[in-house]
């Protein structure tokens, strides 16, 4: 049935906006991965042709047979004991420190990891830290809670310590500093072996809990990893991982290791949310993890995405015009590209969509909306006909 004319405006009864200039920003960049005739360089999608379609279905169908009630039925609110148990080996098999039981639950991917530890510790005029730029869903998350965002700059060797000391300096005691220590998203760049050691050190040293990001951790090219955050501070740190860069996103999936009573906040706070993450999800990726499929799979991921990395570079290499710069990633989705500082990618950015190529704004991804002359690359799902065609339209549009 139509509206009336005298249908209230119920726009007038919303809550008071806490997004900010990024408010939906997310939603728009998931929307351009369905526009059609242009090259998608911009969200952090994993490709679909390296989803385990085959092997998802297979594992289903022998869940079903063996015991379909804990496949489908609601999940304990902390996660399945089992598929807990599994999280727990595995990241000790990738050489991180295994959390014990009460250091450990299932979320819903990472997004709902920093929702709930911004509902357990955030209070409206709260300060919390982040990198400068960070991720765009962690602004969200902590500006959903009327947090007082504080940015530290990042360099070659991830977030400048020396810049946090200076600011903690100063009297501030944020409740949380949040940090993506591995193949940065936006920035590309993983923070370096001193810089970890450091960050942990000045952390305890004034009381902050680190929330540190390992969303693309298992994505490094060459195998290779640092210590993580957690395995060298547990006491300060909680660690947030998602199975949807190296799973698959429709599972929703993830976790977060920390100090007991950080977890136990997290749970609580999870029981005012959705509850649980989905069982079927839950067991799908312990499966996956038991049978050695997932380690097996992240190789094929690696050599997938170390070759559209190259490709990329090499078109930026080729085409971009003197005064852009770019960061070499050694794993994950991203390059970060610096232009000319005349440029304004988010003026460029609707001349890029007719031009047939998209990306995203550098200034979605700082808290105080700077980096004008910065944009995001992502080379994760394109294919590499289209990452070089679509770097040479960006660069048209950069020279002009």
């Known amino acids: 049935m139509a509206l009336t004319q005298n249908a209230p405006d119920w726009s007038r009864r919303l809550a008071v906006p806490v997004g ?48 379909p009630v804990s496949a489908m039925q609601y ?82 060797d991830g977030l400048d310590v020396d810049a946090l000391a200076a600011l903690l300096g100063t009297g501030i005691r944020p409740k949380l500093l949040y940090t993506i220590p591995d193949h940065h998203n936006p920035a590309g760049i993983s923070m370096s072996a001193r810089r970890r050691r450091e960050l942990v050190e000045l952390t305890r040293r004034y009381g902050v809990l680190v929330v540190e990001d390992v969303a693309y951790r ?69 499966e996956m993890i038991r049978s050695g499929e997932l380690e097996r799979h992240l190789v094929r991921l690696r050599q997938t995405y170390a070759h559209r990395c190259a490709t990329m570079l090499g078109a930026l290499e080729e085409r971009m015009p003197p005064g852009v710069t770019w960061t070499v990633p050694a794993g994950g989705f991203f390059t970060w590209l610096s232009a000319p500082e005349a440029v304004d990618t988010t003026a460029l950015a609707d001349r890029a969509v007719a031009a047939g190529v998209v990306y995203v704004p550098g200034p979605l991804f700082d808290a105080a909306g700077r980096f004008r002359q910065y944009l995001r690359l992502s080379f994760s799902s394109a294919e590499l006909s289209d990452l070089t065609e679509g770097v040479a339209r960006l660069a048209a549009l950069v020279a002009s």
């Open 20 to 67: 900010g200039p990024s408010g939906g920003a997310i939603a728009a960049i998931m929307a351009q991965s369905q526009m059609h005739g242009v090259i998608k360089l911009s969200g952090g999608l994993p490709d679909p042709a390296m989803f385990p379609a085959a092997r998802v279905a297979a594992v289903t169908a022998h869940l079903m047979r063996i015991d």
């Open 75 to 156: 999940a304990p609110t902390r996660g399945l004991a089992g598929v807990r148990d599994a999280i727990a080996g595995w990241r000790e098999t990738t050489g991180d420190r295994r959390p014990g039981d009460d250091e450990l639950m299932v979320t819903s991917g990472g997004i709902d990891a920093l929702g709930l530890l911004s509902r357990s510790f955030i209070e409206p005029g709260d300060a919390v830290v982040v990198e400068a730029p960070t991720y765009l869903g962690a602004i969200m998350a902590f500006r959903g809670q009327h947090a007082d965002i504080r940015t530290v700059p990042m360099d070659g």
């Open 218 to 286: 298992d994505l490094s090219f060459s195998g290779a990893r640092e210590d993580s955050l957690w395995s060298l501070a547990p006491d300060v740190v909680v660690q947030i991982g998602t199975f949807s860069k190296i799973f698959f996103p429709g599972v929703r999936l993830g976790w977060a290791a920390g100090p007991p009573s950080v977890v136990d906040a997290m749970v609580a706070a999870k029981q005012n949310t959705d509850q649980c993450a989905g069982a079927l999800g839950q067991q799908l990726a312990a």
